[in-house]
Nanobody, 124 residues
Framework: QVQLVESGGGLVQAGGSLRLSCAASGRTFSRYGMGWFRQAPGKEREFVAAISWSGGTIYYADSVKGRFTISRENAKNTVYLQMNSLKPEDTAVYRC?????????????????WGQGTQVTVSS
């Protein structure tokens, strides 16, 4: 059974940092792209960042570029999202996902497996 488990969320003041982790189990995802998405209350799901299987190709949403960094450790079947200079508008449930392709994508409908999410709350 495939399982993605996010961790590292929490409450932080504006300007602070958090590091999210997403550990995959049930199969090896080293050949697939992985991504992070977020959804705030009353808003649609939003792409945050994606990384190809090798880490050689990375995409960011404009709203997080320069502040967030996505990375992965294939040996640990884990993807990370380092979030710096957090803003109240970053408050959301963050979910990781595994792409059906190796490249990673900005499009949610290309992702096959999803985690349950971790809450990130940024206070002003």
């Amino acid at each position: 059974q495939v399982q993605l488990v996010e961790s590292g969320g929490g409450l932080v003041q504006a300007g602070g940092s958090l590091r999210l982790s997403c550990a995959a189990s049930g199969r090896t995802f080293s050949r697939y792209g992985m991504g992070w998405f977020r959804q705030a209350p009353g808003k649609e799901r939003e792409f945050v960042a994606a990384i190809s299987w090798s880490g050689g190709t990375i995409y960011y949403a404009d709203s997080v570029k320069g502040r967030f960094t996505i990375s992965r450790e294939n040996a640990k079947n884990t993807v990370y999202l380092q979030m710096n200079s957090l803003k109240p508008e970053d408050t959301a449930v963050y979910r990781c996902a595994v792409d059906t392709l190796s490249t990673g994508s900005r499009r949610a409908n290309e992702y096959r497996y999803w985690g349950q999410g971790t809450q990130v709350t940024v206070s002003s």
